[in-house]
C-alpha cells in the first residue's frame, strides 16, 4: 500500500472531521427543527440513514477500477456537499416556518416535515460518508489481499479520529471558534483529505488488483466449505451485527441518562460520555487484528464464527454488571472525585476528570466487544466476496440497527419499562444472539431454537413479575442532587436525608429523569436528571412569583401571556391569576414535567385546572419561530444556561425573536441566575437582553436577579402598583409573601434601569447562535458557590438611583423617608446582602448590619427579607437543649459522664435531636422530631429532657460497665428513634 501510514492518518481525519459534522449539523438543525428529543433524533436518524444507505451503495465500489480514487472523489464530494449545505441552512429556517404555517403546527405534520428538510439537506454528504469505509477497505484489500486485518485497522483508526473530532469539537473547537470557522475547518479537512488521497493515486499508477479479494489471512484459495457460503450463515450473522448496532445505541442512550445524574448535562459532560464510548468502540475494532490467528482462522470459518457470537455474550453479560453497578453511582462518583483532587488542582478540571473516568469506568469494556463485532462479522461475511459489498453490507445492518435502537430505546423502552429494566433487556438481546449464533453450529433443530425460546421464557417473567431482578435503589436516584454534594459526603448524611425525604413523584421521560421530593416538616422541590431546578423555598418562590408578576405589573393590560417552562408551575401560575389575562401558553419539553407541577398546586394556584391554560410540548424557541400568535408578556421559569441546549435561550437571535413575538407594548421578563454563572457572564447575557430591548430594568432578588424589558417606554409608578395590587387580592397574596406586597416594595427591588443596564453589560461579549459564548462559558462556573457574592457586588457596584425613571411619587417618598435614608437603607442591604452569601453570618459585623437594617430601615422590603433569612439561618445553628450530668461506677471505677442534647432544625417543622458526649467526642445516636415551626422550640425542650430522663432511668439499673452504659444509651435513642415524634 503506498505511503501506508499516510492512508490512516488520511482515514483518521475523515473520521474527525465526520464527528465534528454531526456536532455542527445537529446544533444547526435544533436551532430550525427545535432542540426537542424528536427533532435531534430526527437528525441523527437521517444521518445514520445516509450511512446506512452508503453501505448499501458500497458494493458497487468493487467496480471502480481505482478504489483510491473513488475514496478520495467521496471525501472531496463530502466537502462539496457540506459547503452547500451551508446555503441550504440559510434558507431552511424561512421555509420551515412557511410550511409550519401551512400544516398549522400540526405536530404529526410537523415531524414529516423535519424529516424531509432533514434528508434532503443530509442524505448526500451521509450517504458519501457511508461509502468511504468500502470504498477504503476494498483498496485495502487488493493491495494487501487481506480484508480483516486492514478493515479492523481502518475502522478503528477511523473511529478514534471520531473521538478526537469529539473532543475538538465539544472542548475546544465550538468554545474558542465560532460555528461558522468550524464549519469551515471541517470542510476544510474534507477537501484536504479528498486531494491527498488523488495525488497518491496517481503516484501509485495502478488500477489492477494486485492481490485476491479474500478474508482469509493466509491467502488461501481452496473452494470453501458450502456452510459458510450458504446464505442462512451470512443473513445470521448480519442480523446479529444489527442486532449488535440496535443495543450498541441503546446502551449509549441509556448508560448516559443514568450517568448524567451524577455527571450533570452540561455541553461537556454529554461529550465526555460519547468520547467514552467511542475509545471502546475504536479500541474494540483496531485489536481485532492482534488476536490470535488460532482464535478466529480455520475451515469454513468456525472459529470466527464462534468468536462472534461470544463478542455478543459478552456485550450482554459486561452490560449486566454496569446495570448492577449503578446501583451504587453516587457513592463511586464521590469516591472518584475525591482521589482526582489529590491530582488535578482546579475545580472544574477535577469535575471533568472525574465525569470522564466514570464514563471509561462504565462503557470501556462493553464498548470494546461492540467495536470488535464488527469486523469480525464483516471478516465472516467477506469470506468468498468482494471486499466493498461485504463491508457495505455488514455497515448497513449495524447503522440500520443503531438507529432502531436510538429511537425505540429512548422513545419505547424508557415509556414502556423505565432504565433500569430496559438495559436488562437489551442485554438480554445480546446474549440471545450470541447463543444463537452458537446454536445454529448444531445439528439438532430444538438446540438451534433453545436460546429464543428460553429469552421469551425469561421476558415473560420479567412482565409477569415487573418488580424482580432489580436493585436501583430508586429513591437514591430520586432524591440525589449533584449540585449538593455536601449533603451527601457521609453515611450518616446519606442516611438523614433519606429519612427526612418523601417521594412525592418520580417518572424516567424520554428526554429527563424528573423526580418531586418533600423535605418532611419542610419545602418540596422538582429535580431534572440529578439537579433540583426550583423549589417551594422562600427563596425560590421569590425568583418564580417575580418572573411571573414583574411583567404582568409593568404591563398596562397584559392579556395574552407566554411561558417558557413549566417546572413547578408557580411562574405560569403567578401569570394566570391576573384579572386582565385571558390565555397562558407554556412551553414544555418533557411531558412528565406536568404532573410533577401538579404536586405544586399549593403554590401555582392550580394552574393545571386553570381554563385559561394550555400546555404545548415543544422546544420554546422553536415554537415562538413556527407561531404566529402575538403575546403581550413572555417570560421564563428558571433554565440555567449550562443545562445542555438552554444557552440557546440566551443568545441574540433568540432575544430578537422574542421580541418580535410581543405585540405593541408588550414586556418580556428573563430569569439571571447569580449562582453558577460568573459576572461576566451575568453582563453578557445582560448586553444581550438589551440588545435587542431598548428599556431594560434589572430587579435583584435575594438568590437571583430578573431582566425585564421593551421596546416601548414601561411605566414604573408605584400609585399604579397600588391600584393593580388592590384590584387582586391573589396577586398580592403571592407578594407579600416574598416582601413585595405594595408598590414601594415592589420597585425596591429594582437596581438598575436602561443606562445602568446598558453600562453594566458593556464590556461583555454578545452571546450569539454562532460564538456560543455562554454554553461553554457557563460550565465553568458549576458548584462555584462563591460566585454568588461576587455577583451581588457586581450587580449592587452599578446600583443605579431610579427616580428618573418613575413616575408620580418616588420610592423615598412612598417609603416616608428622606432620599438619603433610602440610599443609606440600599447601601446598608448591599453590604450584608453580600456578607450573608460569604458565610459571614455568625460574624459581628453581620449581626451589626441586621440591627441597622431591623432598628434603623425596617421599611426597605428586601432588607426584611434578608431578615428573615437570618433568623431561619440561626435555627438551624445546633442549639445546646438540655444537659444530664452522670456520676456513675463502672468496673468499679468512679465515672462521669456529661451527656447533651443537641438540636439540629433540618426544616422549619422537622428538628434532629442528637445525644452527644462532649468529653469523648461519641454521639450516641438521634431521633427526629416534627412539629409546626411556631412549637418546635417549645416540643425540642420537651422531648430532649424526656429523653435524657428515661437515659438517666436506664443507665442507674445497668450501670455495671462503661460498655453496659453506652448499650443502654444507645438502646433508649433507638427506642425512641423507632417512635414517631
Not at 477511523?158 to 475546544?172: C, K, P
Not at 443514568?258 to 485489536?287: C, E
Not at 448497513?396 to 429494566?421: C, D, K, M, P, Y
Not at 450518616?492 to 424528573?514: C, H, P, Q
Request: hydrophobic share 45%; net charge neutral.
Amino acid at each position: 500500500m503506498p505511503c501506508r501510514p499516510l492512508i490512516y492518518l488520511l482515514f483518521f481525519i475523515s473520521g474527525l472531521s465526520a464527528l465534528i459534522y454531526q456536532v455542527l449539523w445537529v446544533r444547526s438543525f435544533s436551532l430550525i427543527f427545535g432542540g426537542s428529543h424528536m427533532a435531534v433524533t430526527t437528525v441523527l436518524s437521517v444521518f445514520m440513514g445516509g450511512l446506512a444507505l452508503g453501505g448499501v451503495l458500497g458494493r458497487y465500489s468493487d467496480r471502480h477500477p481505482r478504489p483510491l480514487k473513488l475514496y478520495a472523489l467521496l471525501e472531496i464530494g463530502i466537502g462539496s456537499a457540506a459547503l452547500l449545505l451551508l446555503g441550504l441552512l440559510e434558507i431552511y429556517p424561512s421555509g420551515y416556518v412557511a410550511f409550519a404555517h401551512l400544516v398549522d403546527n400540526n405536530p404529526t405534520a410537523l415531524t414529516l416535515g423535519r424529516v424531509f428538510f432533514a434528508v434532503v439537506a443530509l442524505l448526500i454528504p451521509t450517504t458519501l460518508m457511508g461509502l468511504t469505509l468500502p470504498a477504503l477497505a476494498g483498496f485495502a484489500a487488493r493491495r494487501e489481499g487481506s480484508l480483516s486485518n486492514q478493515l479492523s485497522l481502518l475502522y478503528g483508526i477511523n473511529t478514534f479520529g471520531a473521538v478526537i473530532g469529539a473532543l475538538s469539537a465539544g472542548f475546544f473547537l465550538l468554545r474558542f471558534f465560532t460555528m461558522n470557522l468550524t464549519y469551515g475547518l471541517a470542510i476544510t479537512l474534507s477537501l484536504l483529505v479528498g486531494i491527498i488521497s488523488l495525488m497518491l493515486d496517481r503516484n501509485d499508477g495502478s488500477a489492477a488488483p494486485l492481490a485476491p479479494q479474500i478474508s482469509s489471512n493466509q491467502g488461501v484459495t481452496d473452494p470453501l466449505p458450502a456452510e459458510i457460503t450458504a446464505p442462512e450463515t451470512n443473513n445470521l450473522i448480519l442480523l446479529g451485527i444489527a442486532l449488535s448496532g440496535f443495543c450498541a445505541l441503546g446502551y449509549e442512550i441509556l448508560w448516559t441518562r443514568m450517568l448524567s445524574i451524577v455527571v450533570g448535562t452540561t455541553v461537556y459532560g454529554y461529550t465526555l460520555m460519547l468520547v467514552a464510548f467511542l475509545i471502546g468502540i475504536a479500541g474494540g475494532g483496531a485489536s481485532y487484528r492482534l488476536l490470535p490467528r488460532r482464535l478466529i482462522d480455520g475451515p469454513g470459518k468456525g472459529r470466527t464464527i464462534i468468536a462472534f457470537g461470544l463478542t455478543q455474550v459478552l456485550i450482554g453479560t459486561t452490560a449486566l454488571l454496569v446495570s448492577y453497578a449503578l446501583n451504587d453511582l453516587p457513592n463511586q462518583a464521590f469516591a472518584v472525585e475525591e482521589m482526582m483532587k489529590r491530582f488535578v488542582t482546579s475545580d472544574n478540571g477535577v469535575r471533568q476528570t472525574t465525569n470522564f473516568i466514570l464514563g471509561l469506568l462504565y462503557m470501556l469494556v462493553p464498548a470494546f466487544f461492540m467495536g470488535l463485532a464488527f469486523p469480525l462479522a464483516a471478516d465472516i461475511v467477506a469470506t468468498g466476496r468482494k471486499a466493498g459489498k461485504a463491508v457495505g453490507a455488514t455497515l448497513t445492518w449495524n447503522t440500520v440497527g443503531a438507529i432502531l435502537g436510538a429511537a425505540i430505546s429512548g422513545f419505547l423502552l424508557i415509556h414502556l419499562f423505565g432504565i433500569e429494566r430496559s438495559l436488562h433487556y437489551l442485554a438480554l438481546i445480546n446474549l440471545t444472539t450470541g447463543f444463537s449464533i452458537w446454536a445454529s453450529r448444531a445439528r439438532l433443530r430444538p438446540i438451534r431454537a433453545l436460546p429464543l425460546t428460553a429469552a421469551i421464557a425469561i421476558m415473560l417473567v420479567l412482565a409477569m413479575a415487573p418488580g424482580s431482578f432489580r436493585f436501583w435503589n430508586m429513591k437514591y436516584f430520586a432524591v440525589f442532587n449533584h449540585n449538593a454534594r455536601k449533603a451527601l459526603a457521609s453515611e450518616e448524611k446519606i442516611n438523614d436525608l433519606m429519612k427526612s425525604s418523601e417521594v412525592l413523584y418520580y417518572a424516567e421521560g424520554v428526554t429527563s429523569t424528573i423526580s418531586v421530593i418533600a423535605i418532611k416538616g419542610g419545602s418540596q422541590s422538582v429535580q431534572v436528571n440529578g439537579r433540583t431546578v426550583a423549589s417551594s423555598s422562600r427563596k425560590d418562590q421569590q425568583c418564580q412569583y417575580t418572573l411571573g408578576h414583574l411583567p404582568m405589573l409593568l404591563h398596562k393590560n397584559p392579556r395574552k401571556v407566554w411561558v417558557l417552562g413549566m417546572g413547578t408551575g408557580m411562574t405560569a401560575g403567578a401569570t394566570a391569576i391576573h384579572p386582565e389575562v385571558e390565555s397562558v401558553v407554556i412551553a414544555e419539553l418533557e411531558q412528565h414535567v406536568v404532573p410533577a407541577a401538579r404536586t405544586f398546586a399549593a403554590w401555582n394556584h392550580d394552574l393545571l385546572d386553570n381554563p385559561k391554560v394550555s400546555v404545548v410540548f415543544n422546544d420554546g424557541r422553536n415554537f415562538l419561530l413556527t407561531t404566529e400568535e402575538r403575546y403581550d408578556v413572555i417570560t421564563a421559569d428558571p433554565i440555567h444556561p449550562w443545562s445542555q441546549g438552554a444557552a440557546y435561550l440566551y443568545t441574540d437571535e433568540y432575544y430578537r425573536l422574542a421580541a418580535e413575538r410581543l405585540r405593541e407594548g408588550g414586556i418580556m421578563c428573563q430569569w439571571l441566575p447569580i449562582y453558577e454563572l460568573s459576572p461576566r457572564d451575568l453582563q453578557s447575557v445582560t448586553k444581550t437582553f438589551a440588545n435587542n430591548f431598548r428599556y431594560t430594568y434589572i430587579w435583584l432578588t435575594d438568590y437571583d436577579a430578573e431582566l425585564v424589558g421593551s421596546n416601548t417606554p414601561i411605566e414604573l409608578d408605584v400609585a399604579t402598583i397600588d391600584r393593580r395590587l388592590a384590584a387582586s387580592p391573589a396577586v398580592q397574596a403571592d407578594l407579600e409573601k416574598i416582601q413585595m406586597g405594595s408598590g414601594a416594595d415592589f420597585l425596591s427591588y429594582c437596581i438598575m434601569g436602561p443606562e445602568g443596564s446598558r453600562a453594566y453589560g458593556a464590556s461583555a461579549p454578545l452571546n450569539t447562535d454562532n460564538n456560543l459564548y455562554l454554553e461553554f462559558s457557563a460550565p465553568d462556573s458549576k458548584g462555584l458557590w462563591q460566585l454568588v457574592p461576587a455577583n451581588i457586588a457586581s450587580l449592587s457596584s452599578y446600583r443605579e438611583d431610579i427616580t428618573p425613571y418613575l413616575s408620580g411619587t418616588s420610592l423615598a417618598e412612598a417609603f416616608a423617608v428622606t432620599p438619603v435614608q433610602l440610599s443609606q437603607a440600599m447601601q446598608a442591604y448591599d453590604q450584608a446582602h453580600r456578607l450573608h452569601y460569604l458565610g459571614k453570618d455568625h460574624e459581628t459585623n453581620y449581626a451589626t448590619l441586621m440591627a441597622k437594617l431591623s432598628g434603623s430601615y425596617p421599611w426597605f422590603a428586601p432588607g426584611e427579607f434578608l431578615q428573615q433569612e437570618y433568623r431561619r439561618f440561626q435555627t438551624q445553628i445546633p442549639q445546646l437543649e438540655n444537659e444530664l450530668i452522670l456520676s456513675l461506677t463502672a468496673n468499679g471505677i468512679p465515672t462521669r459522664l456529661v451527656l447533651s442534647a443537641v438540636s439540629i432544625r433540618i426544616a422549619p417543622e422537622r428538628a434532629k435531636l442528637l445525644i452527644v458526649d462532649n468529653q469523648a467526642k461519641e454521639i450516641y445516636g438521634s431521633i427526629y422530631l416534627d412539629a409546626p415551626e411556631r412549637e418546635m422550640e417549645q416540643q425540642l425542650d420537651r422531648h430532649s429532657k424526656q429523653l435524657l430522663e428515661t437515659i438517666e432511668n436506664s443507665v442507674n439499673k445497668n450501670a455495671t460497665s462503661l460498655e453496659a452504659i453506652q448499650g443502654s444509651i444507645k438502646s433508649v435513642i433507638d427506642t425512641f428513634s423507632a417512635t414517631e415524634i
